[in-house]
């Protein structure tokens, strides 16, 4: 069995990339009889390319493989023989085999919910309408297009809401390009791989929007964001990779959430992850009954001596060792699993010792932690990512990579909520939040809650952009960015920016085709 990883071939080949050269070089070998084993292949992807992978897989049956994909893509599945589905739910709420069968049938499945998203897809717009965006104020190209879309579909009505905008881009394959953000907007950004995506938005706005809040100033000029933030100008040759930045008065951080792979040590947990296993044991220290014992924060960690398992080190488990075989583990007999010595788990709240507490899912913990508005926003949001199966002390190499995917971006999010201060003086908070293909390992289902969440903190005031490829998510922009037209040096303009439906008229758009089929424009 050939299993592509989704490990980079190289640091500047990364996901998707990785493994359409891997499967370039099994298209060109010849080989047949062989079972190629794929874990979501379509990440990373352009839906341009997610077609000429797909038509690379067909070549690779045609010469008498088999191919086993592991993938959430809805055209790939569309294409395929047979769909094995796994479910109804996630996690505890799954495991079952509902369907082997063919694409038609599977919609027809009552009990698939893959089958049901393949037959009807999520509806766009999701909350109903388009946010209305008013036009730049500068003239030019961008807002004649605005006002031109406008008239057709009544989106720019509203008033002024106030512009984040980058004047004069000049970074690696970016040349003379400015960029123009909607505050308090849904904003994706499209392109093929390489088109200068990530250069534009990590690499120049981050920076320089995050040094801005810090210097508290509302405009910042490139030449003192070079010195104020050591930047490095030998990418620039010495000059300021930008001219000037506007439009930053109100924000009060920036918030990236990326790709990069959350830690998975047996000791690490969602909620310790999440942070709010320290708001647990703060609170369980400052019960009555811990206060007349001496118990700090300290005693309830499982991680040092004295409140934990001493059978097992607060590891909930027992290693043991196999001489011609992996590593097994089987629960601690002493603590049964909790992790957690006697004399702590005598503490109790509402009925449940530390130990317990950590074994309650977050759908329970959202209700448990009821009283505190800090940990029950946390559990909420977790469900509403639709991760509210997990239990707070589950060990994280259990978690697959769509979960870990969305525990980060909780993780991130929780950055962003309301002080105990700002809730109780209701003062406004404004972040700018910068997502990374965050449908990566997500199934149709869980996209569609990513797309309520990231709705949702539109509607708390923030600005919200997104990196992505997946059309669905794409469908939902109050304000679309396409970059392109190729990667490289055949990338590195801003095709378009303004309301979705205006990319339709974009002729050199590698991702209108796409967009017009998907909304039937």
């Not at 396409?482 to 040096?489: A, H, V």
Request: charged share 25%; proline share 5%.
């Amino acid at each position: 069995v050939l299993r592509p990883q989704r490990v980079p071939v190289t640091e500047a080949v990364q996901g998707g990339e990785a493994q359409r050269i891997r499967l370039a070089a099994q298209l060109g070998s010849n080989l047949s009889g062989v079972l190629y084993v794929l874990d979501e292949p379509s990440i990373g992807l352009h839906a341009r390319d997610n077609d000429r992978l797909i038509d690379t897989l067909q070549a690779l049956r045609k010469k008498g493989n088999t191919l086993l994909v592991v993938e959430h893509d809805d055209v790939l599945m569309e294409r395929a023989d047979r769909i094995i589905d796994l479910g109804p739910g996630a996690g505890v709420h799954g495991g079952q085999i509902l369907a082997n069968d063919t694409p038609a049938n599977l919609k027809r499945n009552a009990s698939s919910l893959t089958g049901l998203y393949l037959e009807k897809g999520i509806p766009h717009p999701l909350r109903g309408e388009y946010r209305p965006v008013d036009s730049p104020a500068k003239s030019g190209r961008v807002s004649k297009l605005v006002r031109k879309v406008a008239k057709k579909t009544g989106a720019v009505s509203a008033p002024e809401h106030g512009w984040l905008e980058l004047n004069d881009i000049n970074y690696r394959n970016l040349r003379s390009q400015s960029l123009h953000l909607p505050h308090g907007r849904l904003v994706m950004v499209c392109g093929p791989s390489g088109a200068g995506k990530s250069t534009l938005f990590r690499d120049v706005l981050h920076p320089a929007v995050a040094t801005a809040i810090k210097q508290k100033r509302a405009k910042l000029s490139g030449r003192d964001f070079v010195r104020l933030a050591s930047f490095d100008k030998e990418a620039t040759n010495g000059a300021a990779p930008f001219r000037e930045l506007t439009g930053v008065a109100g924000l009060k951080s920036v918030i990236e959430v990326d790709q990069s792979p959350i830690g998975k040590t047996p000791r690490s947990t969602p909620a310790t992850y999440l942070g709010i296993f320290d708001l647990i044991r703060q609170f369980f220290a400052s019960l009555p009954e811990s206060k007349v014992h001496g118990y700090g924060a300290g005693r309830f960690s499982f991680n040092t001596a004295g409140g934990r398992c001493d059978a097992c080190a607060g590891a909930g488990r027992i290693k043991l060792e196999m001489a011609f075989m992996p590593d097994t583990y089987q629960p601690c007999d002493a603590c049964g699993g909790s992790r957690y010595g006697p004399e702590v788990s005598e503490i109790r709240w509402k009925g449940k010792n530390i130990g317990e507490v950590l074994q309650l899912s977050f759908e329970e913990a959202a209700t448990f932690f009821d009283f505190h508005s800090q940990l029950k926003e946390v559990c909420e949001l977790m469900v509403a990512c639709g991760l509210g199966y997990l239990t707070l002390g589950q060990s994280s190499p259990t978690l697959s990579g769509g979960e870990a995917q969305r525990l980060k971006l909780v993780t991130e999010l929780t950055t962003g909520l309301k002080t105990y201060t700002e809730r109780s003086r209701n003062i406004a908070v404004r972040n700018l939040y910068l997502l990374e293909e965050p449908t990566i390992g997500l199934h149709l289902s869980d996209c569609e809650k990513l797309i309520r969440v990231l709705h949702n903190l539109v509607e708390q005031g923030h600005t919200v952009v997104v990196i992505e490829h997946h059309l669905d998510l794409l469908a939902e922009a109050d304000w679309l960015i396409e970059l392109g037209p190729g990667g490289g040096p055949n990338g590195g303009e801003i095709l378009y920016q303004g309301p979705l439906h205006g990319i339709a008229k974009i002729k050199r758009s590698p991702t209108a085709p796409y967009l017009r089929e998907k909304l039937n424009l």
